[in-house]
């Protein structure tokens, strides 16, 4: 017996490899288990379909499209007589009454779209995570202040909220997704997020944390907080939504400053009398399909992450 | 228990007071004020301003407004001027009353049963297909869905007048004015409503199945006749059917945007109680299946989805500003939005604490409720 065996007998694995293969083992079963749902993944091939999407719009804007006529915000076709012009070869959608090319605008709008759903998703879990965890971990005054708050902020109306708001300042992308995560952050998510951070910390590992002396500040971080990601990741979907909608509503009443998005196409809609009308169909349609898919699509994704999350909803 | 509510009561007004400071502040941040819309001369303007109470300080304003809340007096809008606050929130409220809470209670409803249904039959093309419409209906860009059902029933089958409130053919000379018969329309609707109710929960003890269904039915019947025969007999019968007309499409479009989501919900709820071991016992009983479903498992899980429907419906009172600008349906929120628009301070003040006064009674009801059902929730761990 000499000292190589040995040694390839307790070969070191470091510890991120560890980790990497336990994440790696946990992805597959929990992808297993939102496989299982259809309604998931019709969600997600949505979600990555409209990706491809946004992605496609800078490589044809440099490659086929010429920006004079093609541009999303001031492009203009005098080739063509009469705008709106309905669809044709060479405008696959149509173009808008300023004759600016739909399928242009609904692509390049995209990528704001996701942009202000995942920034809006991004601040309200980050917020009503670590607010839930620690007034879960804490109870006493912090918690009666925060859920006292949340109590607050879920009686007051959105809509008249972000349309004061609008009155006030500019209101442009990034202010918007700000001001919805910071509402639902505060709100509804937070007291979720918090009544299942309470069911977590009374779980045999919280105390042995705390008896093998880790800090009030490690046993949230590295315990809590990981325990609730699941739960915070389902309420992102949710968020994203909600975000995508309300800036769609807004933009449709003219209370943004964001110069081109799905709303703000609606808007020009409106503004220019085509919006109840058929025969202008391209001019409303694409814009509130894209809306209602993307809504929808984030909203299925969460209701499948959902079975993954909570194990009592699945399937025997 | 009495300790309890009175604990709750005490919570509740220090968060209304709490909230009214959060509005008052924020309708404050307002850029520019209501004289600014008049083209004036500057002593004119400065007189508006006084007349107005916008030239006071900003504590008295708040403490002034505050004294008249405490007394039920919302104070005067500035748009409406002299008319009471309260008077310009009860003109539209029977017209947002009848679109949004039928709208509400059928959607409440519909998606109770619906999710019951694709709950039990879990895993069938049923189930994919309604959540798939119901989601795409909930998550729907209303402008759009009202453009939809605008074009398919109003202007291409041309079964159903579209837009504003009523036709003004038919009101030419009406004796009454459209509120009065929004109201007779209202009462009616509630009269229906606890009707059904009533005979629901007075034919729950016959045993027949067959029996009970026949006497539900003809109530039912009976009621509908009964509401039919006043309306005739009243001589304004066409001018409720011409409001009823023009009611549909835009409480059709509620509708269909706010299922979804109670379907979802009572979806997840059933799912989750039908884990159980009382489920198990009732199918180790041999109880029938439907038996299972109604008395065991959706029992259960009707109660966080009838949660939800108490608080939301506070926000029934706001509306739906996008569906009432598409129908043109003139209601609360197109109010709320007129008076964010023209610096209407005590109109939005006022609708806002109204629905704030109402989520509040309504979290107050919902606590007392679940503590009162259940003992557990009255006394807080360590107590």
Not at chain 1, 101 to 119: C, H, K, N, P, W
Not at chain 1, 167 to 188: C, K, N, P, R, Y
Not at chain 2, 99 to 124: H, M, S
Not at chain 2, 135 to 161: D, E, K, M, Q
Request: aromatic share 12%.
């Amino acid at each position: 017996m000499s000292e190589g065996t040995v040694a390839t007998q307790h070969t070191y694995v470091p510890l991120w490899r560890v980790r990497l293969n336990l994440f790696l083992r946990s992805l597959r079963t929990n992808w297993a288990l939102f496989a299982e749902n259809p309604i998931g993944l019709i969600g997600l091939g949505i979600i990555i379909f409209f990706g491809l999407f946004a992605l496609a719009h800078p490589i044809l804007m440099n490659t086929v499209w010429p920006s004079k006529i093609y541009d999303p915000v001031s492009g203009y076709d005098m080739e063509v007589a009469f705008h709106p012009a309905p669809p044709s070869p060479r405008h696959l959608l149509g173009t808008d009454p300023l004759g600016r090319d739909v399928l242009s605008q609904l692509m390049y709008s995209t990528r704001y779209e996701f942009a202000l759903g995942i920034l809006s998703a991004v601040v309200t879990v980050v917020i009503a995570t670590t607010i839930g965890a620690v007034s879960a971990y804490y109870g006493g005054i912090i918690d009666t202040l925060f859920m006292r708050l949340a109590d607050l902020v879920i009686m007051v109306p959105f809509l008249p909220i972000l349309i004061v708001l609008s009155a006030l300042t500019e209101v442009g992308m990034i202010e918007l997704a700000l001001v919805i995560g910071i509402l639902s952050g505060f709100g509804g998510t937070t007291i979720v997020i918090k009544s299942q951070a309470l069911a977590i910390k009374v779980k045999p590992f919280i105390e042995a944390a705390r008896v093998s002396g880790g800090g009030d500040f490690h046993i949230i971080f590295r315990h809590l907080i990981p325990n609730l990601l699941p739960i915070s990741l389902l309420y992102m979907m949710f968020v994203v939504t909600g975000a995508i909608f309300s800036e769609a509503v807004l933009s449709f009443f003219g209370l943004t400053t964001i110069q081109m998005s799905w709303g703000i196409m609606i808007n020009t809609t409106q503004l220019f009398g085509y919006l109840l009308r058929f025969d202008t169909w391209w001019l409303l349609i694409p814009a509130s399909l894209a809306i209602t898919t993307l809504c929808a699509a984030f909203y299925l994704v969460g209701r499948a992450l959902d079975e993954v999350v909570n194990p009592r909803l699945r399937r025997r | 228990m009495a300790r309890f509510v009175l604990r709750r009561l005490v919570r509740g007004a220090v968060a209304l007071l709490l909230f009214q400071t959060l509005i008052f502040a924020l309708v404050q941040a307002l850029p520019y004020d209501f004289s600014a819309f008049f083209i004036v001369s500057p002593s004119l303007r400065a007189f508006i301003r006084e007349e107005l109470g916008l030239d006071r300080p900003l504590w008295e304003q708040y403490a002034r407004w505050m004294w008249g809340f405490v007394r039920l007096d919302l104070g005067r809008s500035f748009l409406y001027w002299p008319a009471p606050v309260s008077r310009v929130i009860l003109s539209r409220l029977p017209r947002t009353l009848l679109l949004f809470l039928p709208a509400a209670v059928l959607a409440y409803l519909f998606g109770i049963w619906l999710g019951k249904e694709i709950a039990w039959r879990r895993g069938g093309m049923l189930e994919v297909g309604a959540s798939l419409f119901s989601v795409a209906a909930y998550t729907s860009f209303a402008p759009w869905l009202g453009f939809v059902l605008l074009n398919v029933f109003g202007w291409y089958l041309r079964w159903l007048p579209y837009q504003r409130l009523v036709n003004p053919n038919v009101w030419f000379n009406a004796p009454v004015t459209v509120d009065r018969v929004l109201i007779g329309l209202l009462g009616t609707g509630g009269g229906l409503f606890a009707g059904g109710l009533g005979l629901w929960w007075a034919t729950r003890r016959i045993t027949d199945p067959l029996l009970r269904r026949a006497a539900r039915i003809g109530g039912l019947t009976a009621l509908g006749v009964a509401a039919w025969m006043g309306w005739n007999a009243s001589g304004i019968g066409p001018l409720a059917a011409d409001v009823l007309a023009h009611l549909v499409l835009p409480l059709g479009t509620v509708f269909l945007l706010s299922f979804g989501e109670t379907m979802m919900t009572m979806r997840a709820a059933m799912l989750d109680s039908l884990r159980e071991d009382y489920v198990l016992t009732a199918r180790a009983k041999g109880l029938p299946g439907r038996v299972i479903r109604d008395r065991h498992v959706a029992r259960n899980a009707i109660l966080p989805v009838l949660a939800r429907l108490a608080l939301s419906l506070p926000f029934v009172l706001v509306g739906s500003l996008v569906v009432e600008r598409v129908f043109m349906w003139h209601a609360m929120g197109q109010a709320l939005f007129d008076a964010i628009e023209f610096q209407d301070i005590p109109v939005i003040l006022g609708i806002l604490s109204v629905v704030g006064v109402l989520v509040l009674l309504a979290h107050i009801v919902l606590d007392v409720l679940y503590a009162w059902l259940d003992p557990r929730v009255r006394y807080p761990r360590g107590e």
